[in-house]
């Protein structure tokens, strides 16, 4: 029988496979019904050739796009589940494998001695870590291409211009992300925390459900603002002018510090890939989605 | 309209092309991103020989993912990256090497547009991520080089490219950028939007 590390490193090499290949069904959906909306010739072809490409990948399983990015894992580790400070040398065994097995294109690049080759390198795979009760430990992998994270941006907005800064800054920094990270976009904004916890805020948000809005109503409202502003923005697939700009927008707050109001936006391409698992302490494993 | 082309492509039909014309390409396409343009730029300034002709050919702004069977390269994904990150040398690099077609995403600036216009050269804008789609238009690889000194994702891959799109014209040889109108149309909507925003606390 195989031992519990065994199956974590199995779980998080099946879960890169899964993200890296399979774009899940909600999305899937939100791009044809975008075809089907999309009146100019330029959006529609771009469209279309966005869903043959995620039709492919499926057909074949192989990596929707080149860029499978910078490795990263998102973790929830329960009260008792065996593993702890294992969980890095496990994670980075994981990548190596999945960057022959699939293949991922090598994109860890050292500062000094250039591409590592394997994706593992100095704090890569990125692993961040957070507590649940139980006995579990869930795994999301999320292959995150560089276009996309390079239009990332942050702001400590002066407090004094509350939500109407935050939303001018959410406009802003789109605006400016224009075609660069090939929309149409999944946007993740984190308001509140502090200067590096609203953009750790700003990734949780991108993470959540499709098309869910907050569970604070007057979240939900600004959510609901923001993806309609961001649309009329006229950015379009692939910055042509065409079709949506956004898909989804998610916002996760924090308390904030009086003379502060941290915000952070991070934006998922088209290809927004991800997979989560869920292993129990006993080593039985469930996967999310397909 | 419509075109379907052949490396090496003619400048007259290059000339041709218009903004917003969808296009398929034959021949031969040569992926380069930031390193290998510098390595390019840099050894013809020191007067020595490449190891490739970009003459007349595409330029792809791509990093593949490509595995050896046996003695054999397979292209298993290659979609475009963001171009801009070429803008700061790619007028200087179209000027020495003549390419006829730059491929990649997202768009370029001033300097290629008018790079494109003086010297004959249009910019392709390729789906981003639609990296299977662009590795079935790849029938061959011809060659590579650079491997061990830039990795997989910056060397030069020389494909040998059968119906490979469709992609879009969105810099023309008649001073058209595609890109820029629609960002100076986003930059006049934000406008817009921002000064309606209202207070809410």
């Not at chain 1, 329960?78 to 994981?94: C, V």
């Not at chain 1, 591409?115 to 507590?131: M, S």
């Not at chain 1, 996309?148 to 920094?173: C, D, R, Y």
């Not at chain 2, 390019?40 to 007349?56: H, I, N, R, S």
Request: hydrophobic share 40%; proline share 5%.
């Amino acid at each position: 029988m195989k031992n519990l590390e065994n199956i974590v490193e199995d779980t998080a090499v099946e879960l890169l496979k899964r993200a890296a290949n399979i774009l899940q069904d909600d999305y899937v959906a939100a791009l044809s019904e975008a075809h089907k909306k999309t009146r100019g010739e330029i959006g529609r072809s771009e469209l279309s050739n966005i869903l043959k490409n995620i039709e492919l990948a499926r057909e074949t399983y192989q990596p929707i796009c080149q860029d499978t990015g910078v490795i990263a894992f998102m973790l929830k580790l329960g009260d008792s589940f065996p593993i702890r400070s294992k969980l890095r040398k496990i994670l980075e065994n994981a990548t190596r494998r999945a960057t022959k097995e699939i293949p991922l294109r090598p994109n860890a690049v050292d500062l000094f001695l250039g591409n590592t080759k394997d994706n593992v390198g100095p704090h890569v795979p990125l692993i961040y870590i957070e507590l649940m009760e139980g006995d579990d430990l869930e795994i999301t992998a999320l292959p995150k291409g560089g276009g996309s994270s390079n239009i990332a941006a942050h702001s400590m907005v002066t407090p004094s211009l509350g939500w109407k800064g935050v939303k001018q800054f959410v406009l802003e920094s789109t605006a400016k992300a224009g075609s660069l990270g090939c929309p149409p976009y999944f946007i993740g904004v984190g308001v509140g925390g502090g200067e590096d916890y609203c953009m750790f805020l700003a990734k949780k948000a991108l993470l959540k459900p499709f098309g869910v809005r907050s569970n604070d109503p007057k979240v939900a409202e600004i959510e609901n603002e923001l993806l309609e502003k961001i649309n009329s923005l006229g950015i379009g697939v692939m910055g042509l002018g065409e079709g949506p700009t956004a898909l989804d927008l998610h916002i996760e707050i924090a308390a904030r510090h009086p003379a502060s109001l941290p915000v952070g936006i991070v934006f998922s391409c088209w290809a927004f890939r991800h997979a989560k698992g869920r292993i129990s302490k006993g080593g039985e494993v469930v996967f999310e989605h397909i | 309209m419509e075109y379907r082309l052949k490396t090496p492509v003619p400048e007259t039909e290059i000339r041709k092309l218009h903004s917003g014309d969808i296009v398929y390409l034959d021949g031969t396409i040569i992926t380069a991103r930031d390193e290998a343009h510098k390595k390019a730029l840099e050894m013809q300034k020191k007067g020595e020989e490449l190891p490739v002709d970009f003459k007349g050919v595409a330029i792809f702004h791509a990093g593949p993912i490509m595995r050896k069977e046996r003695e054999e390269w397979i292209t298993v994904a290659a979609g475009p990256t963001t171009s801009a990150r070429m803008e700061i040398f790619e007028d200087e690099f179209i000027k020495l090497f003549r390419p006829a077609i730059i491929i990649g995403k997202g768009g370029m600036g001033d300097r290629t547009t008018k790079a494109c216009r003086e010297y004959g050269c249009v910019y392709l804008a390729f789906t981003g991520g639609a990296a299977l789609l662009g590795a079935k238009g790849i029938k061959k690889v011809k060659g590579v080089f650079w491997l061990e000194e830039l990795g997989m994702p910056e060397c030069l891959w020389v494909y040998e490219a059968e119906n490979f799109g469709p992609m879009t014209v969105t810099i023309d040889t008649h001073g058209n950028n595609m890109t820029k109108q629609v960002m100076e149309r986003v930059s006049k909507n934000k406008e817009e939007l921002i000064r309606k925003l209202e207070g809410v606390d």
